[in-house]
């Protein structure tokens, strides 16, 4: 058996009771902390599941899983401890095929999640459109899909959520200042005046946890100091009174 149990928003505090009488049952732990910036203590949640914890890489589990996470399911109760909701990663649906196909039984404990926590800035969460995710630019990769799903979100008056690139192993998370800049560079290229300085945009930090949320305009936030990862970053498309009255108690100039 597999459990896929999500740890929250923000850290180990986060975990549900649900999750933990499970845990206290399971044979086998592991974890995965790169597909968020995640904010758990590794010993502060092994002394909570009074478990010794297996964390697992992005090749471990994406290349690998039937030589570790599949190997013990097939054998024994076994959980993997994901940030924020399992569902809300394409790996974990992939696990969850795996492991179906291999006849192992699997069950889902939710967490809370980036996709419920930006309601927090007051837009309304069933007014947002295609997600998008900003990628760290490499010399020969600048892709500018983030610009174009965000002019498709602003065509249907869509609010769009960017979410930002982190690559743990190297200890690099995009800050919303970093993912400001690259759609700013995009623009200066495509120049369809679809994210400019004067663009209206969300930037939050540390959902969950510390958080901060300011909006303004991009020239006013893109040298504000968020602190520590995670960030996202939200162009708002049209807006509701109730909405505008909620953005106008984060606003910063
Ligand atoms: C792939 S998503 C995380 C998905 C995760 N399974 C979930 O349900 O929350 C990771 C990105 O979401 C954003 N994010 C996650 N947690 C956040 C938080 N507490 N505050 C702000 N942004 C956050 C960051 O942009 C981060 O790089």
Known sequence: MLYLIGLGIYDERDITLRALEVLRDVESVYAE???SASNVNLKNLEELVGKKIHVLSRCDLEE?????VLKDSSKKETALLTPGDPMVATTHVD????????GIKTRVIHGSSIYSAVAETGLQIYKFGRTTSIPFPEKSYYPTSPYDVLRENLKTGLHTLFLLDIKPEESRFMSVNDAIRILLRIEEKKKEGIFTEETRCLSAARLGGNSIIRYGRVRDLMDYDFGRPPHVLIVPGKLHFMEEEMLKTFAHS
């Open 33 to 35: 902390f790169y597909t």
């Open 64 to 68: 690998h899983p039937e030589g570790n």
């Open 95 to 102: 696990i969850i095929l795996r492991a179906r196909k291999l």
